[in-house]
Protein backbone atom coordinates (compact mmCIF):
# COMPACT_ATOMS: atom_id res chain seq x y z
CA UNK A 1 0.00 0.00 0.00
CA UNK A 2 2.85 2.47 0.49
CA UNK A 3 4.52 1.79 -2.32
CA UNK A 4 1.07 2.42 -4.92
CA UNK A 5 0.78 5.77 -2.45
CA UNK A 6 4.13 6.91 -3.35
CA UNK A 7 3.81 5.61 -7.14
CA UNK A 8 0.26 7.65 -7.40
CA UNK A 9 1.58 10.98 -5.27
CA UNK A 10 4.61 11.32 -7.55
CA UNK A 11 2.53 9.95 -10.88
CA UNK A 12 4.70 6.89 -11.41
CA UNK A 13 3.00 4.93 -14.13
CA UNK A 14 3.22 1.52 -14.94
CA UNK A 15 6.18 0.62 -16.59
CA UNK A 16 8.13 3.69 -14.41
CA UNK A 17 10.98 2.07 -13.05
CA UNK A 18 12.56 3.44 -9.12
CA UNK A 19 16.12 2.59 -10.05
CA UNK A 20 15.99 4.67 -13.42
CA UNK A 21 14.29 7.45 -11.63
CA UNK A 22 16.89 7.83 -8.96
CA UNK A 23 19.69 7.63 -11.64
CA UNK A 24 17.84 10.33 -13.82
CA UNK A 25 17.54 12.40 -10.20
CA UNK A 26 21.40 11.96 -9.30
CA UNK A 27 22.46 12.61 -12.99
CA UNK A 28 19.85 16.08 -13.21
CA UNK A 29 21.67 17.12 -9.62
CA UNK A 30 24.91 16.94 -10.80
CA UNK A 31 24.16 18.84 -14.15
CA UNK A 32 22.73 21.99 -12.39
CA UNK A 33 24.18 22.07 -8.92
CA UNK A 34 26.67 24.34 -10.45
CA UNK A 35 23.67 27.15 -10.49
CA UNK A 36 23.94 27.21 -6.54
CA UNK A 37 27.35 28.96 -6.69
CA UNK A 38 26.90 30.73 -9.93
CA UNK A 39 23.64 32.30 -8.74
CA UNK A 40 24.80 33.43 -5.48
CA UNK A 41 27.56 34.76 -6.99
CA UNK A 42 24.94 37.14 -9.54
CA UNK A 43 22.60 37.62 -6.31
CA UNK A 44 25.96 39.24 -4.67
CA UNK A 45 26.51 41.46 -7.42
CA UNK A 46 23.12 43.11 -6.33
CA UNK A 47 24.37 43.61 -3.23
CA UNK A 48 22.96 39.98 -1.27
CA UNK A 49 25.16 38.68 1.21
CA UNK A 50 26.71 35.68 -0.91
CA UNK A 51 26.41 32.98 1.72
CA UNK A 52 22.75 34.16 2.12
CA UNK A 53 22.31 33.87 -1.78
CA UNK A 54 23.88 30.63 -1.55
CA UNK A 55 20.86 29.55 1.60
CA UNK A 56 18.31 31.30 -0.66
CA UNK A 57 19.33 29.34 -4.02
CA UNK A 58 19.07 26.31 -2.38
CA UNK A 59 16.36 26.57 -0.19
CA UNK A 60 14.35 27.64 -3.60
CA UNK A 61 16.00 24.66 -5.30
CA UNK A 62 14.74 21.66 -2.82
CA UNK A 63 11.43 23.73 -2.37
CA UNK A 64 10.93 24.04 -6.22
CA UNK A 65 11.73 20.23 -6.86
CA UNK A 66 9.40 19.18 -4.25
CA UNK A 67 6.50 21.11 -5.73
CA UNK A 68 7.31 19.76 -8.95
CA UNK A 69 7.64 16.28 -7.64
CA UNK A 70 4.24 16.72 -5.83
CA UNK A 71 2.11 18.92 -7.63
CA UNK A 72 3.69 18.41 -11.18
CA UNK A 73 4.60 14.93 -10.93
CA UNK A 74 7.25 15.39 -14.37
CA UNK A 75 10.98 14.84 -14.42
CA UNK A 76 11.53 18.33 -14.53
CA UNK A 77 14.31 20.13 -12.18
CA UNK A 78 13.28 23.58 -10.48
CA UNK A 79 15.92 26.09 -9.93
CA UNK A 80 16.36 29.83 -10.32
CA UNK A 81 16.91 30.56 -13.88
CA UNK A 82 20.38 31.84 -16.13
CA UNK A 83 19.23 35.18 -17.71
CA UNK A 84 16.68 35.89 -15.30
CA UNK A 85 18.86 36.29 -12.79
CA UNK A 86 20.63 38.67 -15.05
CA UNK A 87 17.51 40.28 -15.35
CA UNK A 88 17.33 40.40 -11.42
CA UNK A 89 20.47 42.11 -10.79
CA UNK A 90 21.87 43.85 -13.99
CA UNK A 91 17.75 45.14 -14.66
CA UNK A 92 16.07 45.65 -11.88
CA UNK A 93 18.74 46.69 -9.83
CA UNK A 94 21.67 48.54 -11.35
CA UNK A 95 19.43 49.71 -14.53
CA UNK A 96 15.89 50.42 -12.61
CA UNK A 97 17.62 51.20 -9.32
CA UNK A 98 15.36 49.03 -7.54
CA UNK A 99 17.05 48.53 -4.05
CA UNK A 100 17.68 44.14 -4.08
CA UNK A 101 14.83 43.62 -1.40
CA UNK A 102 12.61 45.93 -3.79
CA UNK A 103 13.37 43.34 -6.56
CA UNK A 104 12.56 40.82 -4.07
CA UNK A 105 9.11 42.09 -3.71
CA UNK A 106 8.68 42.09 -7.77
CA UNK A 107 9.72 38.51 -8.07
CA UNK A 108 6.83 37.58 -4.95
CA UNK A 109 4.22 39.71 -7.04
CA UNK A 110 5.26 38.22 -10.25
CA UNK A 111 5.39 34.74 -9.03
CA UNK A 112 1.47 35.51 -7.45
CA UNK A 113 0.71 36.82 -10.92
CA UNK A 114 2.18 33.86 -12.88
CA UNK A 115 0.14 31.60 -10.20
CA UNK A 116 -3.13 33.32 -11.57
CA UNK A 117 -1.97 33.16 -15.42
CA UNK A 118 -0.98 29.39 -14.87
CA UNK A 119 -3.67 28.50 -13.22
CA UNK A 120 -6.51 29.61 -15.90
CA UNK A 121 -6.16 30.38 -19.53
CA UNK A 122 -4.43 33.56 -19.49
CA UNK A 123 -0.61 31.89 -20.03
CA UNK A 124 -2.39 30.72 -23.75
CA UNK A 125 -3.43 34.51 -24.17
CA UNK A 126 -0.08 36.33 -23.26
CA UNK A 127 1.88 34.13 -24.69
CA UNK A 128 -0.49 35.04 -28.10
CA UNK A 129 0.49 38.25 -27.62
CA UNK A 130 4.01 38.08 -28.66
CA UNK A 131 5.43 37.09 -32.00
CA UNK A 132 7.33 33.88 -31.81
CA UNK A 133 10.33 36.08 -33.53
CA UNK A 134 10.36 38.56 -30.58
CA UNK A 135 10.24 35.36 -27.99
CA UNK A 136 13.07 33.73 -29.67
CA UNK A 137 14.88 37.04 -29.53
CA UNK A 138 14.68 37.84 -25.89
CA UNK A 139 16.13 34.26 -25.31
CA UNK A 140 18.78 35.25 -27.81
CA UNK A 141 19.79 38.84 -26.21
CA UNK A 142 20.22 37.26 -22.94
CA UNK A 143 22.43 34.81 -23.97
CA UNK A 144 24.47 37.20 -25.14
CA UNK A 145 24.28 38.77 -22.10
CA UNK A 146 25.17 36.52 -20.23
CA UNK A 147 28.37 35.80 -22.27
CA UNK A 148 29.37 39.56 -22.39
CA UNK A 149 28.45 39.61 -18.38
CA UNK A 150 30.67 36.19 -18.28
CA UNK A 151 33.63 37.85 -20.23
CA UNK A 152 34.00 40.88 -17.87
CA UNK A 153 33.97 38.71 -14.61
CA UNK A 154 36.97 36.55 -16.27
CA UNK A 155 38.63 39.22 -17.27
CA UNK A 156 39.19 38.03 -21.03
CA UNK A 157 36.91 41.48 -21.79
CA UNK A 158 37.95 45.19 -19.92
CA UNK A 159 36.97 48.47 -20.18
CA UNK A 160 38.81 50.73 -22.70
CA UNK A 161 38.72 54.71 -22.72
CA UNK A 162 38.16 54.86 -26.53
CA UNK A 163 36.34 51.80 -27.56
CA UNK A 164 34.46 51.08 -24.53
CA UNK A 165 35.65 47.09 -24.75
CA UNK A 166 39.11 45.60 -25.57
CA UNK A 167 41.15 42.01 -24.65
CA UNK A 168 42.39 41.38 -21.54
CA UNK A 169 45.72 40.83 -20.49
CA UNK A 170 46.68 37.22 -20.96
CA UNK A 171 49.56 37.33 -18.73
CA UNK A 172 46.56 37.50 -15.42
CA UNK A 173 46.44 34.47 -13.99
CA UNK A 174 42.90 35.19 -13.39
CA UNK A 175 42.70 35.06 -17.33
CA UNK A 176 44.45 32.11 -18.23
CA UNK A 177 42.65 30.42 -15.61
CA UNK A 178 39.33 31.64 -17.01
CA UNK A 179 39.88 30.85 -20.53
CA UNK A 180 41.21 26.99 -19.39
CA UNK A 181 38.45 26.57 -17.45
CA UNK A 182 36.32 27.47 -20.59
CA UNK A 183 38.03 24.95 -22.68
CA UNK A 184 37.20 22.20 -20.36
CA UNK A 185 33.62 23.37 -20.04
CA UNK A 186 33.19 23.56 -24.08
CA UNK A 187 35.20 20.63 -24.43
CA UNK A 188 33.27 18.38 -21.60
CA UNK A 189 29.89 19.34 -22.63
CA UNK A 190 30.35 18.73 -26.15
CA UNK A 191 31.76 15.22 -25.48
CA UNK A 192 28.05 14.90 -23.04
CA UNK A 193 30.33 14.58 -20.26
CA UNK A 194 27.74 14.10 -17.06
CA UNK A 195 28.38 16.99 -14.76
CA UNK A 196 31.05 18.73 -17.21
CA UNK A 197 29.85 21.59 -15.75
CA UNK A 198 30.80 21.01 -12.74
CA UNK A 199 33.92 19.08 -12.80
CA UNK A 200 34.83 22.11 -14.77
CA UNK A 201 34.39 24.83 -12.29
CA UNK A 202 35.91 22.96 -9.67
CA UNK A 203 39.33 22.04 -11.90
CA UNK A 204 39.03 25.85 -12.47
CA UNK A 205 38.84 26.18 -8.75
CA UNK A 206 41.83 24.27 -8.31
CA UNK A 207 43.60 26.25 -11.41
CA UNK A 208 43.07 29.65 -9.85
CA UNK A 209 44.53 28.58 -6.44
CA UNK A 210 47.52 27.10 -8.18
CA UNK A 211 48.10 30.05 -10.47
CA UNK A 212 47.95 32.20 -7.50
CA UNK A 213 44.23 33.70 -9.38
CA UNK A 214 42.27 33.34 -6.01
CA UNK A 215 42.54 33.95 -2.32
CA UNK A 216 40.51 31.83 0.28
CA UNK A 217 37.84 34.20 1.45
CA UNK A 218 38.37 36.25 4.78
CA UNK A 219 35.29 34.72 6.00
CA UNK A 220 34.11 31.54 5.24
CA UNK A 221 30.75 31.99 7.29
CA UNK A 222 31.81 30.26 10.21
CA UNK A 223 29.24 29.83 12.68
CA UNK A 224 25.66 28.55 12.23
CA UNK A 225 24.50 27.71 8.58
CA UNK A 226 21.65 30.33 8.48
CA UNK A 227 23.64 32.93 10.31
CA UNK A 228 23.16 36.01 7.98
CA UNK A 229 20.16 34.90 6.30
CA UNK A 230 17.46 36.22 8.47
CA UNK A 231 18.22 39.39 6.60
CA UNK A 232 17.31 37.79 3.60
CA UNK A 233 14.20 35.63 4.23
CA UNK A 234 10.68 37.65 3.17
CA UNK A 235 12.96 41.26 3.39
CA UNK A 236 10.56 42.31 0.56
CA UNK A 237 10.70 45.75 0.62
CA UNK A 238 6.81 47.36 -0.43
CA UNK A 239 8.13 51.03 -0.05
CA UNK A 240 7.77 51.30 -3.77
CA UNK A 241 4.78 49.10 -5.13
CA UNK A 242 2.67 52.60 -5.96
CA UNK A 243 5.48 53.67 -8.70
CA UNK A 244 5.45 52.90 -11.88
CA UNK A 245 8.57 51.44 -12.34
CA UNK A 246 7.79 48.83 -9.80
CA UNK A 247 4.94 47.80 -12.02
CA UNK A 248 7.12 48.31 -15.63
CA UNK A 249 9.47 46.05 -13.58
CA UNK A 250 6.97 43.36 -13.06
CA UNK A 251 5.27 43.24 -16.10
CA UNK A 252 8.52 42.70 -17.85
CA UNK A 253 9.74 40.03 -15.51
CA UNK A 254 6.37 38.38 -16.17
CA UNK A 255 6.58 38.23 -19.26
CA UNK A 256 10.24 36.61 -19.10
CA UNK A 257 9.47 34.05 -16.80
CA UNK A 258 6.11 32.95 -18.71
CA UNK A 259 7.74 32.66 -22.18
CA UNK A 260 10.68 30.84 -21.06
CA UNK A 261 8.70 28.74 -19.24
CA UNK A 262 6.41 27.68 -21.16
CA UNK A 263 8.95 26.41 -24.17
CA UNK A 264 10.54 24.54 -21.63
CA UNK A 265 7.66 22.91 -20.19
CA UNK A 266 6.23 22.25 -23.37
CA UNK A 267 9.21 20.41 -24.83
CA UNK A 268 10.38 18.72 -21.37
CA UNK A 269 6.93 17.31 -20.82
CA UNK A 270 6.69 16.04 -24.52
CA UNK A 271 9.89 14.55 -23.76
CA UNK A 272 9.09 12.53 -21.08
CA UNK A 273 6.37 11.21 -22.58
CA UNK A 274 3.66 13.23 -20.61
CA UNK A 275 2.92 16.46 -22.28
CA UNK A 276 -0.68 15.72 -20.48
CA UNK A 277 0.93 17.23 -17.37
CA UNK A 278 2.47 20.64 -19.22
CA UNK A 279 -0.60 22.30 -17.13
CA UNK A 280 0.28 20.85 -13.77
CA UNK A 281 4.02 21.23 -14.04
CA UNK A 282 3.43 25.17 -15.28
CA UNK A 283 1.17 25.45 -11.76
CA UNK A 284 4.00 23.91 -9.88
CA UNK A 285 6.23 26.36 -11.43
CA UNK A 286 4.43 29.56 -10.58
CA UNK A 287 3.75 28.61 -6.87
CA UNK A 288 7.99 27.65 -7.34
CA UNK A 289 8.51 31.13 -8.47
CA UNK A 290 6.17 32.59 -5.15
CA UNK A 291 8.45 31.25 -2.56
CA UNK A 292 11.61 31.87 -4.20
CA UNK A 293 10.88 35.71 -3.66
CA UNK A 294 9.87 35.01 -0.16
CA UNK A 295 13.03 32.83 0.12
CA UNK A 296 15.72 35.74 -1.40
CA UNK A 297 16.21 34.19 -4.95
CA UNK A 298 16.14 35.36 -8.30
CA UNK A 299 12.84 33.89 -10.22
CA UNK A 300 13.29 30.14 -10.83
CA UNK A 301 12.72 28.04 -14.74
CA UNK A 302 11.74 24.56 -15.69
CA UNK A 303 15.59 23.67 -15.63
CA UNK A 304 17.36 22.66 -18.80
CA UNK A 305 18.98 20.18 -17.56
CA UNK A 306 16.43 18.49 -16.48
CA UNK A 307 16.51 16.71 -20.04
CA UNK A 308 20.01 15.11 -19.07
CA UNK A 309 17.70 13.27 -16.15
CA UNK A 310 14.75 12.75 -19.14
CA UNK A 311 17.30 11.26 -21.48
CA UNK A 312 18.21 9.01 -18.32
CA UNK A 313 14.97 7.70 -18.05
CA UNK A 314 13.27 9.99 -15.58
CA UNK A 315 9.47 10.10 -16.45
CA UNK A 316 7.56 11.22 -13.22
CA UNK A 317 7.92 13.14 -9.93
CA UNK A 318 10.38 10.58 -8.45
CA UNK A 319 12.94 12.33 -10.38
CA UNK A 320 13.16 15.72 -8.59
CA UNK A 321 12.21 14.49 -5.65
CA UNK A 322 15.61 12.67 -5.86
CA UNK A 323 17.34 15.93 -6.69
CA UNK A 324 15.99 17.86 -4.14
CA UNK A 325 17.00 15.38 -1.49
CA UNK A 326 20.00 16.26 -2.90
CA UNK A 327 20.20 20.36 -3.02
CA UNK A 328 19.25 19.74 0.98
CA UNK A 329 22.31 17.76 1.28
CA UNK A 330 24.59 20.21 -0.59
CA UNK A 331 23.77 22.74 2.81
CA UNK A 332 26.72 20.69 3.88
CA UNK A 333 29.22 22.14 1.64
CA UNK A 334 28.11 25.88 1.73
CA UNK A 335 31.24 26.71 3.92
CA UNK A 336 33.35 25.19 0.74
CA UNK A 337 31.64 27.08 -1.82
CA UNK A 338 32.80 30.36 -1.05
CA UNK A 339 36.01 29.39 -2.61
CA UNK A 340 35.15 29.07 -6.20
CA UNK A 341 36.69 32.45 -7.68
CA UNK A 342 35.18 34.72 -10.53
CA UNK A 343 37.60 33.14 -12.42
CA UNK A 344 35.93 29.44 -12.40
CA UNK A 345 32.11 31.07 -12.02
CA UNK A 346 32.17 33.22 -15.57
CA UNK A 347 33.34 30.74 -18.42
CA UNK A 348 30.31 29.26 -16.98
CA UNK A 349 28.09 32.09 -17.70
CA UNK A 350 29.67 32.34 -21.52
CA UNK A 351 28.94 28.58 -21.96
CA UNK A 352 24.86 29.02 -20.85
CA UNK A 353 25.06 32.14 -23.01
CA UNK A 354 26.16 30.15 -26.18
CA UNK A 355 23.28 27.20 -24.90
CA UNK A 356 20.39 30.37 -25.12
CA UNK A 357 21.88 31.85 -28.55
CA UNK A 358 20.48 28.62 -29.99
CA UNK A 359 16.94 29.38 -30.08
CA UNK A 360 17.95 32.25 -32.69
CA UNK A 361 17.15 29.00 -35.11
CA UNK A 362 13.62 28.56 -34.21
CA UNK A 363 13.33 32.41 -35.64
CA UNK A 364 11.79 33.65 -39.40
CA UNK A 365 14.48 35.97 -41.16
CA UNK A 366 12.69 35.85 -44.21
CA UNK A 367 10.25 38.86 -43.25
CA UNK A 368 12.04 42.26 -42.87
CA UNK A 369 9.31 43.24 -40.34
CA UNK A 370 9.64 40.35 -37.96
CA UNK A 371 13.62 40.56 -38.72
CA UNK A 372 14.53 43.80 -37.58
CA UNK A 373 12.52 44.19 -34.25
CA UNK A 374 13.98 41.06 -33.47
CA UNK A 375 17.57 42.12 -34.47
CA UNK A 376 17.19 45.08 -32.01
CA UNK A 377 16.63 42.99 -29.02
CA UNK A 378 19.18 41.04 -29.57
CA UNK A 379 22.08 43.62 -30.20
CA UNK A 380 20.58 46.23 -27.95
CA UNK A 381 19.91 44.12 -24.54
CA UNK A 382 23.78 43.23 -24.31
CA UNK A 383 24.75 46.89 -25.75
CA UNK A 384 22.64 48.35 -23.46
CA UNK A 385 23.37 46.39 -20.61
CA UNK A 386 19.73 46.21 -19.79
CA UNK A 387 17.26 43.24 -21.13
CA UNK A 388 14.67 46.06 -20.21
CA UNK A 389 15.92 48.71 -22.77
CA UNK A 390 16.81 45.78 -25.05
CA UNK A 391 12.86 44.49 -25.41
CA UNK A 392 11.90 47.85 -25.79
CA UNK A 393 13.98 48.80 -29.12
CA UNK A 394 12.04 45.79 -30.73
CA UNK A 395 8.44 45.78 -29.27
CA UNK A 396 8.47 50.12 -30.08
CA UNK A 397 9.60 48.91 -33.52
CA UNK A 398 7.30 45.56 -34.27
CA UNK A 399 4.33 47.52 -34.42
CA UNK A 400 5.60 50.58 -35.86
CA UNK A 401 7.29 48.54 -38.78
CA UNK A 402 4.10 46.94 -39.41
CA UNK A 403 1.77 49.96 -39.30
CA UNK A 404 4.37 51.41 -42.18
CA UNK A 405 3.71 48.59 -44.45
CA UNK A 406 0.13 48.83 -44.03
CA UNK A 407 -0.16 45.28 -42.14
CA UNK A 408 -1.07 46.47 -39.00
CA UNK A 409 -4.09 43.99 -38.94
CA UNK A 410 -0.72 41.32 -37.81
CA UNK A 411 0.06 43.32 -34.53
CA UNK A 412 -1.88 41.67 -31.87
CA UNK A 413 -3.94 44.08 -29.75
CA UNK A 414 -2.05 43.72 -26.71
CA UNK A 415 1.33 44.41 -28.21
CA UNK A 416 0.34 47.89 -29.45
CA UNK A 417 -0.58 48.27 -25.30
CA UNK A 418 3.16 46.68 -24.51
CA UNK A 419 4.48 49.19 -26.73
CA UNK A 420 3.22 51.72 -25.29
CA UNK A 421 4.41 51.01 -21.94
CA UNK A 422 8.04 50.52 -23.54
CA UNK A 423 7.30 54.27 -24.64
CA UNK A 424 6.01 55.19 -21.02
CA UNK A 425 9.08 53.92 -19.37
CA UNK A 426 11.40 55.40 -21.98
CA UNK A 427 9.35 58.98 -20.98
CA UNK A 428 9.37 58.31 -17.13
CA UNK A 429 13.72 58.07 -17.04
CA UNK A 430 13.68 61.16 -19.54
CA UNK A 431 11.94 62.88 -17.12
CA UNK A 432 13.41 62.12 -14.18
CA UNK A 433 17.09 62.72 -15.66
Known sequence: MKAKFWRNSLGMEPGDNWKREVSAGILAYFASVYIVMVNAAILQDAGMPLRAGM???????????????????????????????????????????LDWREALAVVVVTGVIFA??????????????IPHNLQHAITVGIGLFLTFIGLQKSGIVIAHATTFVA????????????????????????????????????????????????????????????????????????????????WIAVFLLLLIVVFENIGLIASQTLMAGRPERFKSSLRALSLANIAAGLFGSSPVVAAAESTAGIAAGGR???????????????????????????????PILIVIGGLMVQSVREMDFAD????????????????????????AFGFITYPVVKLATGRGQEVPPALYGIAGLFVANFVLHALMG
Open 55 to 97: VATLLTAVTGCLLMAFGGKTPIIVVPGMGINAFFTYTLVHSMK
Open 167 to 246: IGHFSDPAVITSVVTLLLALVLFIRGTRGGLLISMIAGTALAYLLGAAHPPQSTGSGHLFSGYGGVFASMDWSGWVSLVF
Open 316 to 346: SGFTPLVSGVLFGATFLFIPLLAYVPDSAIA
Open 116 to 129: IVAFTSFYRILSDA
Open 368 to 391: MTELFPAFLIMVMIPFTYSIVDGM
